[in-house]
């Protein structure tokens, strides 16, 4: 019988958005050991899977900043420390043990850790579909745009009124043979200055609308789309479904913390009811939070911090200024003195 993988380290992190990756970093800062779980296959959650060409623009010390840039920066930042990734596999138990969390993923590993930081955004997430595009999925159809260079020279079709589709639109238009937007109501839910960056991009724009019918032998060729009487016949060899995705919590709703809503609450330190436990980013709940990515990276030091002091009794609660630190290699930055020098266990 094969034993589980085990992985001991300093601290667990579920999530490897952006406050998870970041989390990643600040436990390297402070001289933790730690290991970073996401269900995706690849690290950045939403901003790599939904959003990784659109521009961010209020990303402290950027003034715009691709999604993808923003991830790999935040890969490289924690790279000297060496975080282990488990990605492509969920968490799915949380355990006490003694003093420890055991913290066990679908794939039958277990992670055991000081302290737990849940990163997990707004948990697990499945596309809105349509109907008739399903035959076609990751054969024209898709949810996102990791890649706009995919669709070069392309007939595009976005289904959806939302930010998404209208930054797609309008990131395509460039590129593509052409740009259909199909969106079933007359207004758009996107913000006002993009609509109308919109109306004046290359993009044919049909409201009140709906995809009815996709039609292709190997792959997607063609659509219709019915708006109000009339049924248009659209060339299309990608159709983006851009209509949102539905969340839920997932496994985290029965490990024990206390929930408001579908956010786990927090207090000022970023602790959980559970000992040791600590939750950030969009998944975590308090009064007044705003929604951002530079909040969850503040939470992400702030939770680490506390995490720090709570593991290596006697530590101060700020840590040093990372101008005073040498990086890994003798660069400035970073200083890697403190990290524990064993490595992870791993045992079958």
Known sequence: MTRPLQYTVD???????????????YAGFRGLTSAVIDALPQSGGQVAALYPEKRLYDVAGHVAVRGRELIDNLLAQSAPFEPRYLLGQSAVTLERSGERWLVGTDAEAVVEAGAVVIAAGIGQVRPRTLACSLPYEGRGVAYHVPRLE?????????????????????????????????????????HEYSVRQLREAPVRVLTDAQVTACHGADRLERVTVRAGRDELDLPAQALVAALGFSSQLGPIADWGVELDGR????????????????????????????????????????????????????AELA??????????HGTPGHDTSQLDS???????
């Open 150 to 190: 995919e669709h070069r020279d392309r007939d595009v079709v976005i289904v959806g009124g939302g930010d998404s589709a209208v930054d797609w639109a309008l990131a395509l238009a460039p590129i593509a043979a052409s740009v259909t937007v199909v969106h079933r109501r007359g207004s758009f839910r996107a």
């Open 319 to 328: 840590p040093e200024h990372s101008s005073d630190r040498l990086a890994p």
């Open 263 to 314: 956010q786990v609450r927090v207090d000022a330190a970023m602790r959980t009811s559970l000992p040791g436990v600590y939750a950030v980013g969009d998944g975590c709940g308090y009064p007044g939070r705003v929604p951002l990515i530079s909040v969850g990276f503040g939470e992400a030091a702030t939770a680490v911090n506390h995490a720090a002091v709570a593991l290596r009794p006697g």
């Open 342 to 348: 064993a490595p992870l266990a791993a045992a079958r």
């Open 11 to 25: 601290l667990a992190i579920v999530g490897a958005g952006p406050a998870g990756l970041y989390a990643a970093y």
